[in-house]
């Protein structure tokens, strides 16, 4: 999507830095998922991938998800979502 120039969502580097902490990923595989801005959560026995688009008119977005036997909508990511989507508003704001 990138390579397409679709306007992907930037998130935070805490995020992943946090997300190491909490899950054991491999380390590659994790900086595939910040250098493409996918959030993850995994459940019993599933996981769960998603990436956000920007905002537009400033309140619509798109969300890409690969589940693979989970069965959430990866509520865990909702707070970082509407943070980077606040950090993204906050920086394209035109001063008046």
């Known amino acids: 999507m990138r390579q397409n120039g679709v306007p992907l969502l930037d998130i935070p580097g805490n995020y992943y830095e946090n997300l190491a902490a909490v899950h054991d990923l491999p380390a590659d595989r994790l900086a595939e998922m910040r250098r493409l801005s996918i959030l993850y959560d995994r459940g019993a026995g599933g996981e769960f991938f998603h990436a956000y ?8 977005f ?35």
């Not at 688009?53 to 619509?60: E, G, L, N, P």
């Not at 707070?79 to 906050?90: G, I, S």
């Open 53 to 60: 688009t920007r905002a537009f008119d400033h309140r619509f």
């Open 62 to 96: 798109f969300e890409f998800v690969e589940r693979r036997d989970y069965d959430g909508f990866g509520a865990v990511n909702a707070t970082v979502r509407m943070a980077a989507q606040a950090l993204q508003e906050k920086s394209s704001a035109v001063p008046r």
